[in-house]
């Protein structure tokens, strides 16, 4: 086990600029714009600005799910938010999520325009804007619900936690991954165990709540995230894979992990998305290749 003795906590914390550690150089402890820059509007109601991570994939997905069920009313631009390079600390992204964390959306279909930030937040608003993805019935919404906000409440683990000190933090601590492999084994058990019983996270409907884990507990299964699928043994959650394979199938989902993509093979990019044939119109040979942050 490293030496966590060696470290002994100031009476007040200091905030110190070397922290290190892979995105240290956006870490601030404070919140609030860094620069003023305003955020560029489309021509559909809803405009969302985002990069393909696991909590901006969620969104991507279901927009276009939506309009694969045939919603049109669901046709978006998105916006690319480089968040290595700070952009969700421009005047114009604060504006809309004072939090700075992408996905956020605004909704210029409202007079006057609706802002909406956090994932669970964007996904229950367009399932209730458009009377799909989420279950009529109150039992079955209730259930719905349940999963939404326990990923809300888990990812962080998995991200924050076990994905931080697995793969960016400066230095192997085993206090840590411990702790949140432990953690992570835990919740892909829960999901195991869950989806032995039901088809989808809400029994036979494929809801918001499958939007919202797949593209995080999806990608460590598929080894899409923190390279870490043989660490945490991740094939031996049969059910798991079963039902992130089934997803990965969908062809809104395929496009929804397009959208505000930086980084991957770059057939797999669509850096900025404001009409549906962008999908098939991409103009690759001016891409380079780029990081991200799950
Ligand atoms: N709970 C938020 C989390 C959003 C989040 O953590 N976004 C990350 C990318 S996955 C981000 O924008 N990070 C930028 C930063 O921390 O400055 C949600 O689900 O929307």
Known sequence: MNDASAYTPPKVWKWEMESGGAFANINRPVAGATHDRDLPVGRHPIQLYSLATPNGVKVTVMLEELLAAGHDGAEYDAWLIRINDGEQFSSGFVEINPNSKIPAMVDHGAAPPIRVFESGAILLYL?????????????????????????????????????????????????????????????????????????????????????????????????????????????????????????????AVGRGRMVNRVSGPLEEQLRERHEAGDFENKTQDKLEPAETKP
């Not at 990923?151 to 924050?160: D, E, F, R, T, V």
């Not at 411990?178 to 829960?190: F, N, P, S």
């Open 127 to 251: 399932a209730e804007k458009f009377g799909a993805f989420l279950p009529g019935d109150p039992a079955k919404r209730a259930e719905c619900l349940n999963w939404l906000f326990w990923q809300m409440g888990s990812a962080p683990y998995l991200g924050g936690g076990f994905g931080h000190f697995y793969a960016y933090a400066p230095e192997k601590f085993e206090y840590a991954i411990d702790r949140y492999a432990m953690e992570v084994k835990r919740q892909l058990d829960v999901l195991d165990r869950h989806l032995a019983d039901n088809e989808y996270m809400c029994a036979d409907e494929y809801t918001i709540a499958d939007m919202a884990i797949w593209p995080w507990y999806g990608a460590l299964v598929l080894n899409k995230a923190y390279d870490a699928a043989e660490f945490l043994d991740a094939k031996s959650y049969t059910h798991v894979n079963r039902w992130t394979k089934q997803i990965a199938r969908r062809a």
